[in-house]
C-alpha cells in the first residue's frame, strides 16, 4: 500500500476544497520556520500543569509569550518556571506539527524552501538529541539513573516522547524519496537512540507503554530496523498483548472513550506503516476496525460521547474524524465509507482535546483527510442508527429510541483513570444533552481531583458524604434493547459496612423510569443527585429555605446555593426546558428530603441545577420518572 495520497492532490475530485488550507499551512511555517528558536538545555514539564489554579480551565499557550500564562476563562496571569517549562513542552509539540506540515506542503506543491524547512526543524532534534537531558514530567531536573519510569529528553515524559517520533517517522516516510543520505542517517541516529529510552519504559498492558510500542514499531519501519520491528510485535509487552489483554468489548480498558482514541492513534499509525511495508498485523488491524466502529455504537444519538473516568469535556465523534480518514486509508469504502460519511455530515461541532490537540483547518479539515483521503466524496449512503448495546467487559451500557438516550456505568475494569461514579448515569432527549459526565481539567488542577473525580459530581447516589472506593466490576442481572437492571457490591469496600446499588431502568417511548435501591449496614445520608447540563431550564415554581448539607469534603466544598423545598405532599413534578424539548421528572420524596443546588460545570464559568434526594434511612430505593411533554 502506498503511504498517502498527497501526491495525487492536483487530480483529486475536493483539490479546490484544500487550496485554502495549503495557503494557512504554508504561511504557518513560514512563520514559525523564520522564528524558530529552541535550546536543548531546556527541559520541558507535564502539560497537565497548564491549568488555571481556580477554575481549571486551560491557559494560553502563545508562541510569542514564553513567560506569560493567562488563564482562557477567568484571565488570570500565571507565572513561575514551572509554567515556563510547559510552554517548552507545548513549543515543541508545535514545532515537530509544523515541520510536519511542512513536509506536506512540499509533496503538494512541489516548493523546495518547505522541504528545508523540515530538515531545519527536525535537524535540529536529531543532531542535539543526546545533548537534551533525560528528565521525567513530575520536575525539570535531569535524571541521573532511569529507575524511575516516565522519563525522557525533548518531553517530559515518554507518552509524549513516543508522539512526537511517531509524527517524525511520518514526516521521514512521507519525504523518503526527498531527503539526502546524510538527513536520514541522522534521523535513524536519533531513532535508536529513542528506542533505547522507549524499550526499557514498556513494561505492562497501559496507554503509555502501548504508545511507546507503537512508536518503536513506527520508527523501525521507515528505517528498516528489523530489531525494533520485532520489539514492537515480538516483546514481552508487544502490540498485540496491548490489544488482547487493554481492549474490552472494543473500549480501552481504562475506561473512556478519550483514551480509547488516544491509545488507538498510535496503533492506527503503526497499522499504516505495517501495511506499507507489507507487514501482516491481522490483531492489530482487527482491533482498530473494531475500535473505530465500537465508538460509533457507544456515542449517543446527536454522536457526542458519554464521558466516563479521565479524558477531556464535550468530545464527540467529529473530534476523532481525523483517525477515520486514516482508517478509509486502510480499509477502504466498503468498511469505513457509510460510518466517515455519518460523522462528517453530522451537524455536531467538532470539540477538540485540550492536550494533543490534531492539527484541522477551521475545525473542520484534518490534515490526515489531505494526506490520506483527499479524493473522498461525502455524498452517499450513510451508517445506520445504533441500538441498544451494552458494553459487558467494558462495565458501560446505552439504550437507545429515537428520543431516549440512557448512558450507564456499573463498574469499573481498573484504578488508572477511574473516577468514583459507579451507577451514573448521562442522558438525552429529543437529542438534547440533558446531563454528561464532566470529565475533568489537568490532572493537577484542584478542581479535578476535588470535584471531577469524585461520587457527588455524578448522577449516583452518595453514603455519608464520602466518594465510593471501589473498583470492582458490575454486575448484570439484566441488559435488554429497553431496560436494564443492574448491581454495584461493596461499594465503600468495608469502610462503609456492606453499601451495595441496584438501578433499574426501563425506557419508554418519550422518557424512561429509574429505580435506584441502596442497601448498607451503618449509611446516616444517602444523598441521591442528578445534575442538569447549563442550558437546562428549571420551570418549576418552589417554595425553598436555605439547607446545610452538612459535609465539606468529598466534593461537597464545591456545592452552593443549597436550599430545601418546603412541600406537604410526598411527590413532586418538576418541569425543565431544553431549546425545543420540554420535560418532567416525577420524584417520590417519601421520608425523603429535596435539595436544590448549584454546581460548577467544566470549565467553571457555567453553573448547573443539581438536584439532590436525601434519606436518613440505611437502606432505601429512590425512583424518578421522566417524561418528554
Avoid at 486551560?58 to 515556563?84: M, R
Avoid at 461525502?378 to 458494553?391: Q, V
Avoid at 442528578?530 to 418552589?542: G, R
Avoid at 421528572?585 to 434526594?613: A, F, M, Q
Amino acid at each position: 500500500m502506498k503511504y498517502s495520497n498527497i501526491e495525487n492532490l492536483q487530480t483529486s475530485k475536493g483539490k479546490n476544497r484544500y487550496q485554502d488550507m495549503l495557503k494557512q499551512m504554508s504561511s504557518e511555517v513560514e512563520e514559525f520556520s523564520n522564528n524558530f528558536s529552541d535550546d536543548y538545555n531546556k527541559m520541558s514539564e507535564w502539560g497537565h500543569m497548564y491549568f488555571c489554579e481556580e477554575d481549571g480551565a486551560i491557559l494560553d499557550f502563545d508562541l510569542n509569550k514564553p513567560h506569560s500564562h493567562v488563564c482562557t476563562v477567568c484571565g488570570t496571569e500565571y507565572k513561575s518556571k514551572q509554567l515556563d517549562n510547559v510552554w517548552v513542552y507545548f513549543y515543541r509539540g508545535k514545532a515537530i506539527q509544523n515541520a510536519l506540515n511542512s513536509a506536506v506542503v512540499y509533496k503538494a506543491t512541489g516548493e523546495k524552501k518547505y522541504l528545508e524547512i523540515v530538515k531545519k526543524i527536525i535537524g535540529y532534534y536529531a543532531e542535539n538529541y543526546t545533548n537534551f537531558a533525560i528528565h521525567s514530567k513530575d520536575a525539570a531536573i535531569e535524571i541521573t539513573t532511569t529507575g524511575k519510569l516516565g522519563y525522557a529528553r525533548i518531553m517530559p515524559q515518554e507518552l509524549n516522547e513516543a508522539v512526537i517520533v511517531t509524527k517524525i517517522a511520518r514526516i521521514m516516510e512521507i519525504l523518503k524519496d526527498d531527503l539526502d543520505e546524510e538527513f536520514k542517517t541522522l534521523v535513524k541516529t536519533m531513532f535508536r537512540e529513542v528506542f533505547g529510552i522507549l524499550a526499557p519504559q514498556a513494561n505492562k498492558v497501559h496507554n503509555k507503554p502501548c504508545w511507546s510500542i507503537c512508536a518503536i514499531g513506527s520508527m523501525g519501519f521507515v528505517i528498516q530496523d528489523q530489531e525494533m520491528i520485532d520489539f514492537a510485535f515480538k516483546s514481552e509487552f508487544n502490540i498485540d498483548r496491548q490489544l488482547t489483554d487493554g481492549v474490552t468489548s472494543g473500549i480501552w480498558y481504562e475506561g473512556s472513550m478519550y483514551y480509547s482514541f488516544f491509545t488507538l492513534e498510535g496503533v492506527a499509525d503503526l497499522l499504516m506503516f505495517a501495511k506499507t511495508y507489507g507487514y501482516e498485523a491481522p490483531i492489530v488491524e482487527n482491533t482498530v476496525e473494531l475500535m473505530l466502529n465500537t465508538a460509533y455504537d457507544y456515542a449517543f444519538d446527536n454522536l457526542i460521547f458519554p464521558n466516563p473516568n479521565d479524558g477531556w469535556p464535550d468530545i464527540n465523534l467529529k473530534t476523532f474524524s481525523f483517525l477515520y480518514h486514516l482508517a478509509y486509508k486502510v480499509f477502504g469504502e466498503e468498511k469505513m465509507g457509510k460510518l466517515l460519511r455519518t460523522i462528517e455530515n453530522s451537524d455536531v461541532v467538532r470539540r477538540d482535546p485540550q492536550l494533543a490537540k490534531p492539527y484541522y483547518y477551521n475545525n473542520e479539515i484534518s490534515l490526515e483527510e489531505l494526506l490520506f483521503n483527499n479524493n473522498f466524496d461525502k455524498e452517499g449512503r450513510l451508517r445506520k442508527s445504533a441500538t441498544s448495546t451494552n458494553f459487558k467487559t467494558s462495565n458501560v451500557g446505552i439504550l437507545k429510541n429515537n428520543k431516549v438516550n440512557i448512558f450507564v456505568k456499573y463498574g469499573h475494569q481498573a484504578r488508572s483513570h477511574a473516577h468514583a461514579d459507579k451507577m451514573n448515569l448521562e442522558v438525552t432527549l429529543g437529542n438534547e444533552l440533558i446531563s454528561r459526565d464532566l470529565s475533568n481539567s489537568g490532572y493537577v488542577s484542584r478542581l479535578c481531583n476535588e470535584w471531577h473525580r469524585v461520587s457527588a459530581a455524578h448522577n449516583t447516589v452518595v453514603v455519608n458524604g464520602k466518594s465510593h472506593t471501589s473498583i470492582a466490576k458490575g454486575e448484570i442481572i439484566e441488559f435488554t434493547e429497553t431496560s436494564f437492571d443492574l448491581k454495584s457490591q461493596d461499594l465503600y469496600e468495608g469502610i462503609i459496612k456492606d453499601v451495595n446499588f441496584q438501578r433499574k431502568v426501563n425506557l419508554l417511548k418519550k422518557g424512561f423510569n429509574d429505580e435506584f435501591k441502596v442497601e448498607s449496614l451503618d449509611a446516616k445520608t444517602l444523598d441521591w443527585f442528578f445534575h442538569f447540563e447549563s442550558k437546562v431550564e428549571f420551570m418549576t415554581k418552589v417554595e425553598t429555605i436555605k439547607f446545610d448539607l452538612g459535609y465539606n469534603e468529598d466534593g461537597y466544598q464545591h456545592i452552593t446555593n443549597a436550599r430545601k423545598v418546603v412541600l406537604d405532599k410526598n411527590k413532586i413534578t418538576l418541569e425543565f426546558k431544553i431549546n425545543l424539548i420540554e420535560f418532567t421528572v416525577d420524584l417520590d420524596l417519601t421520608n425523603k428530603v429535596l435539595i436544590i443546588c448549584d454546581t460548577v460545570d467544566n470549565p467553571v464559568n457555567e453553573k448547573r441545577t443539581s438536584v439532590i434526594v436525601r434519606s436518613l434511612n440505611k437502606n432505601e430505593t429512590f425512583t424518578a420518572n421522566w417524561k418528554i411533554k
